[in-house]
């Protein structure tokens, strides 16, 4: 076991696992999967869980966290726990309702890290995508600042035990840092990150300011396909990352998780079956050599397999 590589101290004391259960799935599929999903991930080893207001499995989370806490095999204080403040709370006097309405769904008292989910600011109220007549979605004028001092008091409260944003890039990330009166710096930043995406310039960067960063669609996703761009390749088909799978006897998803464990990213990875679930926490046993690192380093081609359409008319538009 690789037990150097299993936790990340973050910038406030605390640590995260960097191996972590991704919990998003496309609407048409049942929440019960997330529940029993979730629950299969405990009992594979994940103890990190990746979950959104947004992804409106909330409550299945939480019910799976409860039930493993209730069969004796983890204690809450085990379980590190993210979710994350949807675009339409972004207004300062709705942050604090926006996490106590995920709490309250997931049955729990606090979250261990929650993350502003995009800059982008969208209209409040209960629609989670709010359009106009035409269609067209309905923007707020988001000040990121004064969300984050909101963020700041969530944390203060209890509520949160670490502070963090996703989708931010380095001047969105700059504009929080360089802020007059920063209380607390975001510990993480949560982006799209695999071997065609491997974001290398913004990864320098949060290790220069001490902010981990966090990947998703690290095994290329493909789930959520309404928002996927569909021309694009299969990760877990690329031949150079097969082919180090079968140099080191392990799988592309494997491989996929132990390149980003190595650069020093916490990893998320999503799986509602049982084998790839278990298959995606056994990565601590192995070891990419530098050559191998480089390799894959040589894949990235600007590949975004979550395309941000729907915010891309926005100024804050990360991307
Ligand atoms: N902050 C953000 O804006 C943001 C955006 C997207 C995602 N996320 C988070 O990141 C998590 C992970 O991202 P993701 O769910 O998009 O994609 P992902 O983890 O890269 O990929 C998931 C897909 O890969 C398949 N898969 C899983 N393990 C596999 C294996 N060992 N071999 C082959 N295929 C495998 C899964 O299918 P099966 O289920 O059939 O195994 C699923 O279709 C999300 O669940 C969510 O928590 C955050």
């Known amino acids: 076991m690789d037990s150097k590589l299993q936790r990340v101290k973050l910038s406030d004391g605390h640590f995260i696992h960097a191996l972590g259960y991704g919990t998003y799935k496309p609407q048409e599929v049942p929440n019960s999967e997330t529940l029993e999903a979730t629950k299969l991930a405990i009992d594979a080893g994940f103890r990190h869980i990746d979950t959104a207001y947004v992804y409106q499995v909330e409550e299945e989370v939480g019910q799976a966290i409860k039930s493993k806490i209730a069969e004796g095999r983890v204690r809450r204080e085990d379980i590190f726990l993210t979710s994350k403040l949807w675009c339409t709370f972004h207004r300062p006097e709705l942050v604090q309702h926006g996490l106590k309405t995920s709490l309250k769904k997931l049955g729990l008292d606090y979250v261990d890290l929650y993350i502003i989910h995009s800059?982008?600011?969208?209209?409040?109220?209960?629609?989670?995508?709010?359009?106009?007549?035409?269609?067209?979605?309905?923007?707020?004028?988001?000040?990121?600042?004064?969300?984050?001092?909101?963020?700041?008091?969530?944390?203060?409260?209890?509520?949160?035990?670490?502070?963090?944003?996703?989708?931010?890039?380095?001047?969105?990330?700059?504009?929080?840092?360089?802020?007059?009166?920063?209380?607390?710096?975001?510990?993480?930043?949560?982006?799209?990150?695999?071997?065609?995406?491997?974001?290398?310039?913004?990864?320098?960067?949060?290790?220069?300011?001490?902010?981990?960063?966090?990947?998703?669609?690290?095994?290329?996703?493909?789930?959520?396909?309404?928002?996927?761009?569909?021309?694009?390749?299969?990760?877990?088909?690329?031949?150079?990352?097969?082919?180090?799978?079968?140099?080191?006897?392990?799988?592309?998803?494997?491989?996929?998780?132990?390149?980003?464990?190595?650069?020093?990213?916490?990893?998320?990875?999503?799986?509602?079956?049982?084998?790839?679930?278990?298959?995606?926490?056994?990565?601590?046993?192995?070891?990419?050599?530098?050559?191998?690192m480089k390799a894959l380093d040589g894949l990235n081609r600007n590949i975004r397999y979550f395309p941000d359409s729907q915010f891309c008319h926005h100024p804050d538009s990360p991307f």
């Open 119 to 292: 800059p982008v600011s969208m209209k409040p109220g209960e629609e989670l995508f709010p359009t106009d007549e035409q269609g067209k979605t309905l923007f707020d004028t988001g000040d990121i600042c004064a969300t984050w001092e909101a963020m700041e008091k969530c944390k203060d409260a209890g509520l949160a035990k670490s502070i963090g944003v996703s989708n931010f890039n380095r001047r969105q990330l700059e504009m929080i840092l360089n802020k007059p009166g920063l209380k607390y710096k975001p510990v993480c930043n949560q982006v799209e990150c695999h071997p065609y995406l491997n974001q290398s310039e913004l990864l320098e960067f949060c290790k220069s300011k001490d902010i981990v960063m966090i990947g998703y669609a690290v095994l290329g996703s493909n789930s959520g396909k309404e928002w996927l761009n569909k021309d694009n390749p299969v990760l877990l088909e690329d031949p150079v990352l097969v082919a180090l799978a079968q140099k080191h006897q392990r799988t592309p998803a494997q491989v996929a998780l132990r390149y980003q464990l190595q650069r020093g990213v916490v990893a998320l990875a999503k799986s509602f079956n049982k084998e790839r679930l278990q298959e995606n926490f056994q990565v601590f046993d192995f070891q990419l050599t530098p050559e191998d």
